[in-house]
């Protein structure tokens, strides 16, 4: 960066070379980056060989990620461009046909056509969805104005709206991506002839009502949009501005990477079913994050459309993410009756996020897997914090760098066809890291005595060893995760459901402990052993359901879902008996009463038989129950261990939550106080090292010092007894060399430092003045945050 | 005039205002009167029936002079707008002399026609420029030769409009609402030409007499008419009843119309979505996907869901508790031993009991929001700085709003707007008793 001139100090802004160098230089990846850990040079070969297995790894996870992103909202987009395509039909045919006095014309009063999609309060996957509703709209929209996506743009709303639909400028062309200057591909639009009359011209221009003759088609379809620059709105009337364009632009690049194949699936899928389009398609104005939305501004745009509808057909959508309510609550009545308002409900994002466990984490495709706590991490800043599924994989991504930049044996790490050759490019020494895992030295250890020391020596031997390993490994997880799914299936409808109702929260336990040893389960089984019959029929037909799903071709599975069906064979066939002995006892009991209708005692007495008879068989019931609950109980047992009881599993799993947590959760406080108390954890010098936390030493900064000396107060500090203390500690260091100075006179340049680091803690804000007492600071509760 | 009923005194004042070809028009009008009460629709059809050129702007749209005189010319002219550069584009006019001047070359090239600028919700203008009303109220003072009117629709009666210095009144006329009659008759218009003239008559009155308390707005009551008029010949469609059985449909619609009721002005769901949403609770629900199911409760069931993340949850309620428990009572509430209460609470409280959910949410700083959050929530919690990026979405929902403070950066300070029902249905989802913890109800 250029220096500049200038005396004063102060933040100037530098614009960027038109042209940066960067473009041309070799792009750094990962791998410049990778592997912390290693840091003796005969590593280096580790170092190729994780960031080798760790990139196929994440290939594979983001494919998948990408499939399912594309595909969870297909349903809902689907129907939403089934009613933007029937609702514009239906507008042109009200422009194009002068309004008849046929009925149904809802339209005929002004209302425009809006659909509301309720997207749930997840805002980092908000940017995804319409993301994807927009390629979806332009490309099955062809031939037609493009749709234009409106971030919470207030006043600039109209001439962004308008310059992104006639100029099918804003939206740049992908060579310019890296460009930030604005490139408009299509005709420039002023910016003061931004208004709806415009609009209309444009559109009759472009879609006369006559057979079209060639139509000029802005160039340059990308799905990067909305780059037009906000340019300063003015008037009073303009409200606060709330633009994200870099954070918008980043996602733009990252979703134009990897955008491929599966996006074009469901482009596809609805083109094939939408019937043949209009010549005159609709306008379609995309206003995402309603909420932030400036209520007049939105007022406004609604009357506007409303009162041209006669010309321009638009549909609006609305993208809100609490309920549609909202957009009542934001709009006057007046204008919200100009709304002929439809609800779309994307998925929610609990649904979605059980699929990526699904598919991601509960599946071999994808080779690296999350051990019990970082899982239950994940989960937790999901459910806890933001419910956002980008910000889970995001997690993901970490937990799987960590996990391969770590771990050295975690080059093994791959997709099963590789380990072979994975294994062939590594040399003795290396191997090493592999026999020191702590489960293979137990594995070892317990191996039979011949075959210990060629364990330890055969190179050859210990390959294949491990390869075998690995295999079974993964068939124990695919038999794990099956076995999970059974334990859910089993228990989620159990009253209370102690285990909980997803599958992620069963996994959750069983991935760290053993799950019959839980007191949940033991919860569930008491449950379980409560069952009617009829509960347990169905419970059992899910099981078995889930079982077959699952069975993959294992053996162990197999032999279960035999066992299942047999187990549940018996209890319809118990069902069968019953009834059938009971209509014999109900035939005679029935017979004996009318026989002897006046003898009370003969009736009681036959009813206390039939009530003893039924006890018996509830008991041959409640045999084959407990029968039931104890075959699940040693399935488990004997399945569902945790992965550390594995072979191998640290090649596979990825235990350690605290790294993961450490980057993931951000925690200020914390960070503050630490750094404050103990400045050589950050900055790893020599002079702040302190034996115990609490210790004051003369060298830290003068904030720590004073910071300390603070905490030893109370609620109200003395400012001169503060410095006091703070002249005394940091003076220390002078005490041989100057005379001690006197009390009440105390250095200027001291009395400086301590002014300076007051005021940085007030900055921080651990304490305020106040008025109370005079030379007094107050603490205060929540510094810091 | 023909199409037009019920407003035929207003048409004739219009009328004889603007006078014949060739005598001078009033300088400005001013038409005044409820929304949908046909000041649109009359002054247009009393404008084109004298055969004056007309020029109309909707000032919602016109949000700075410049727009509003460019649409104004651009109409006169007849000349289509347009705002690529491939074309010649009429000359900028950002002024009222320009505009003045403007109109001169218009109306010398149109052989000096009479012109009329018709400007809907012209409240708006207000906000746009502080001269611009009153220029245009004696806009032929500045424009001699050229016979020009300008006629100004507003909701809003025209002292609204009065300014101390400059301010010449313009003629006004007052549309007032329309009687239940002329209703009828308006709505009788809808007719289509399927239907008797008998049976709609019926149909029309059996809507006014239901939703006639609740709205008088004709595009609402119109939107109610098209809304049923199908469900209404249902019973005629599969001849179950004749056009005359007034009882019978009655019988069949009555529970339609008042449903509907409870939903007048919120257009949330369309006639085909209606439908939609009819025929799916019909099939069998066995048959359906669960989402559908969920699609259909949350559509029919009138409490606000909204999913929020676990902490945003008890976010919310504390930002609710913080808005309506005074912070007094904070130690009584929030604290394990807050010791016994004083016989004089009970008078307090009762002074203040009303006052507390009637007076609005009240503003908290941060610092409180925190500590009751903590203490509601029941196992400790480190405040991540998820946590705060979580208070930052709820205010992006607008579920909380920052307001004021003197010391944005130090101690913000909120206020929670989530509607009551919102919040209550948030609490049931974790089973939080917010009844335990407010002021007004413990
Ligand atoms: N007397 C009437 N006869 C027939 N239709 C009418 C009559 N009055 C109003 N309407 C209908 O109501 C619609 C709205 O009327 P109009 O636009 O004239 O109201 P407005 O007073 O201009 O309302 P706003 O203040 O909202 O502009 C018209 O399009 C017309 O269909
Ligand atoms: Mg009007």
Redesign the pocket.
């Known amino acids: 960066m250029a220096g500049t001139v200038s005396v004063s100090k102060g933040v100037f802004a530098f614009k960027r070379p038109k042209h940066r160098s960067q473009r041309h230089a070799p792009r750094l990846s990962t791998l410049d980056h990778w592997g912390h850990g290693y840091q003796e040079e005969r590593e280096e070969n580790f170092k190729q060989l994780t960031h080798l297995s760790y990139t196929s790894c994440w290939n594979i996870a983001s494919q998948i990620l990408q499939e399912l992103q594309d595909n969870i909202h297909s349903k809902v987009f689907q129907s939403l461009v089934t009613y933007i395509d029937s609702a514009g039909r239906r507008l042109t045919a009200d422009i194009t046909t002068t309004r008849d006095q046929t009925f149904g014309l809802t339209h005929a009063l002004g209302n425009v056509p809006t659909a509301c999609l309720v997207t749930g309060v997840n805002m980092p996957d908000r940017d995804a969805t319409f993301q994807s509703l927009v390629g979806l709209l332009r490309s099955t929209s062809r031939r037609t104005s493009p749709p234009c996506r409106v971030k919470s743009a207030p006043r600039a709303a109209m001439y962004r709206m308008i310059s992104q639909l006639i100029g099918g400028g804003g939206w740049a062309g992908l060579q310019d991506e890296e460009e930030e200057e604005e490139v408009v591909t299509g005709p420039k639009v002023k910016r003061k002839q931004c208004t709806m009359a415009v609009l209309a011209a444009w559109y009759q221009r472009t879609h006369p009502s006559s057979p079209r003759k060639a139509k000029k088609e802005p160039p340059g379809y990308t799905r990067s949009p909305t780059k037009t620059p906000c340019s300063p709105s003015k008037g009073n009337r303009s409200p606060t501005k709330r633009t994200h364009p870099s954070s918008s632009r980043k996602a733009d690049k990252d979703t134009q990477a990897n955008e491929g194949s599966p996006s074009k699936r469901i482009k596809s899928n609805i083109i094939a079913s939408l019937p043949e389009r209009s010549d005159k398609p609709p306008i379609v104005i995309i206003l995402e994050d309603l909420e932030s939305f400036p209520p007049r501004v939105l007022n406004d745009l609604v009357l506007i459309c409303s009162q041209y509808r006669a010309t321009v057909p638009v549909v609006l959508v609305f993208g809100v993410a609490t309920t549609p309510d909202r957009v009542h609550h934001s709009l006057s009545h007046?204008a919200s009756a100009c709304l002929a308002m439809e609800v779309f409900r994307a998925q929610p994002s609990t649904h979605y996020l059980t699929s990526v466990i699904d598919k991601v984490l509960m599946s071999n495709e994808l080779p690296f897997h999350l051990g019990g706590r970082p899982f239950k991490l994940l989960l937790d800043i999901f459910l806890y914090n933001d419910l956002s599924v980008e910000n889970f994989t995001k997690g993901l991504k970490v937990c799987m760098m960590e996990h391969f930049m770590c771990h050295a044996s975690s080059f093994l790490c791959c997709s099963p066809k590789h380990r072979q050759d994975m294994l062939g490019n590594v040399t003795g020494p290396q191997l090493d890291t592999v026999r020191k895992l702590p489960s293979f030295r137990a594995y070892v250890e317990a191996a039979p005595p011949q075959e210990q020391v060629p364990l330890l020596i055969d190179e050859d031997y210990t390959k294949k060893t491990i390869l075998s390993l690995l295999a079974e490994l993964d068939v124990w997880y695919a038999r794990f995760c099956a076995l999970v799914k059974v334990a859910n299936a089993l228990t989620s409808r159990l009253p209370g459901a102690p285990m909980g109702r997803q599958v992620r929260e069963v996994l959750a336990v069983c991935l760290s402990r053993s799950l019959v040893d839980t007191e949940e389960y033991q919860e569930a089984v008491k449950g379980l052993r409560s069952m009617a019959r009829e509960e347990l029929v169905t419970v059992m037909q899910c099981v078995q359901d889930v079982l077959e799903e699952q069975l993959g071709g294992d053996e162990i599975l197999c032999e279960l879902l035999t066992e299942v069906i047999l187990l549940s064979g018996r209890l319809s066939g118990l069902g069968q008996t019953t009834e059938a002995e009971d209509e014999k006892e109900a035939g005679g009991g029935g017979a004996a009463v009318t026989l002897k209708p006046s003898d009370r005692f003969h009736l009681r007495e036959k009813l206390l038989d039939s009530a003893k008879n039924k006890g018996k068989k509830s008991n041959k019931y409640e045999c084959l129950r407990s029968e039931v609950v104890q075959f699940f109980s040693d399935a488990f047992a004997s399945h569902l261990q945790p992965p550390t009881t594995q072979t191998l599993h640290e090649v596979l799993f990825f235990h350690s939550s605290r790294a993961a947590k450490k980057m993931l959760v951000g925690l200020p406080r914390p960070a503050l106080t630490t750094a404050l108390a103990n400045p050589h954890h950050y900055l790893q010098c020599d002079c702040c090292r302190l034996d115990e936390p609490s210790a004051l030493v003369t060298t830290l900064p003068d904030i720590s010092v004073a910071y300390k000396l603070h905490l030893e107060c109370g609620r109200h500090i003395n400012l001169f007894d503060w410095l006091q203390a703070f002249v005394a500690v940091v003076s220390q260091e002078d005490d041989e060399e100057g005379p001690v100075t006197s009390s009440r006179n105390v250095d200027q340049k001291l009395q400086a430092r301590f002014v300076l680091a007051v005021s940085e803690l007030q900055f921080l804000g651990f304490i305020k003045p106040t008025k109370r007492k005079t030379d007094h600071m107050v603490r205060l509760t929540w510094g810091g945050c | 005039m023909e199409?037009?009923?019920?407003?035929e005194e207003q048409g004739r004042m219009l009328a004889s205002l603007l006078g014949q070809e060739g005598s001078p028009m009033p300088c400005s009008l001013f038409l005044w009167?409820h929304?949908?009460?046909?000041?649109?629709?009359?002054a247009r059809h009393v404008l084109r029936r004298l055969g004056i050129r007309i020029s109309h702007v909707n000032c919602v749209e016109a949000f700075c002079p410049q727009v509003l005189y460019e649409a104004v010319l651009s109409q006169l002219r007849g000349s289509v707008p347009s705002a690529t550069t491939d074309l010649p584009t009429p000359p900028t006019c950002d002024s009222l002399g320009e505009f003045v001047h403007h109109l001169d070359t218009v109306s010398r090239a149109g052989g000096q026609p009479r012109m009329a600028i018709l400007l809907?919700?012209c409240e708006r203008l207000r906000d746009s420029a502080a001269n611009i009303f009153p220029g245009l109220c004696r806009l032929q003072e500045l424009t001699p030769g050229i016979n020009i009117t300008v006629i100004f629709?507003s909701?809003l009666p025209v002292e609204k409009f009065r300014i101390s210095t400059g301010f010449m009144e313009p003629l006004v006329v007052f549309?007032p609402q329309y009687t239940k009659d002329e209703l009828q008759e308006?709505l009788q218009?809808l007719r289509p030409s399927t239907a008797s003239q008998e049976f709609f008559k019926n149909y029309i009155s059996l809507v006014l007499s239901v939703f006639y308390l609740a709205t008088r707005d004709?595009?609402e009551l119109?939107h109610q008419v098209q809304q049923h008029f199908e469900a209404y010949c249902e019973p005629v469609v599969r001849g179950e009843a004749e056009e005359e059985d007034v009882r019978p449909l009655w019988r069949n619609i009555e529970p339609h119309l008042k449903k509907a009721l409870s939903t007048v002005y919120l257009r949330e769901v369309s006639r085909t979505h209606f439908d939609k949403m009819q025929k799916l609770i019909e099939t069998s629900v066995s048959e359906m996907l669960p989402s559908e199911l969920r699609n259909i409760n949350s559509l029919s069931s009138k409490t606000a869901i909204v999913e929020l993340p676990l902490y945003s949850r008890y976010l919310l309620i504390a930002a609710h508790l913080a808005s309506y428990n005074p912070a007094r009572t904070d130690r009584r509430f929030f604290m394990k031993h807050h010791g016994k209460q004083r016989k004089t609470q009970a008078s307090i409280k009762a002074k203040e009991r009303c006052s507390s959910h009637l007076l609005g949410p009240k503003t908290f700083p941060l610092d409180r929001l925190m500590a009751i959050f903590h203490s509601i929530v029941e196992e400790d919690i480190t405040p991540t700085a998820s946590l705060f990026s979580q208070l930052a979405t709820l205010l992006s929902l607008r579920l909380l709003i920052p307001s004021g403070g003197d010391d944005v950066l130090q101690n913000p300070k909120y206020k929670c707007v989530a509607p009551h029902d919102v919040v209550h249905s948030v609490c049931r989802t974790i089973n939080f008793d917010l009844s335990r913890y407010t002021y007004s109800q413990a």
């Open positions: 007046h | 199409g037009v009923c019920g407003r009167g929304s949908g009460t046909g000041k649109t629709l009359v809907e919700n629709m909701t549309f308006i218009t004709l595009a119109m």
